[in-house]
């Protein structure tokens, strides 16, 4: 619980500071902005608060077996 509290705080607390000439606002975007020039992560504030990343899991591969029976084509196209 305190990790996903950590995580949303720098997000959502802002908010009630819209009304507050735009400082919510300046905040949230300051935040999504720090991805762009964080490294090696790419973390924003709120990740980088919590201690979460991004991973990444490969789609498995399907055997030629899978292939035949799907008719060569993905169930779930993306």
Known sequence: MGRSWRR????GIPV?????????????FLD???VAI???LHQAWHDK???TVV??????????L???TSGGQDAHPR
Do not use: H, I, Y
């Open 16 to 28: 009630l500071l819209w009304s507050c000439l735009g400082v919510g606002f300046l905040l949230q």
């Open 49 to 51: 608060s919590a201690a």
């Open 55 to 64: 991973v990444e899991v490969p789609r498995p591969r399907k055997t030629p």
């Open 66 to 68: 899978e292939n035949a």
């Open 32 to 34: 999504c902005l720090f």
């Open 38 to 40: 964080d490294r090696p």
């Open 8 to 11: 949303w705080s720098p997000m």
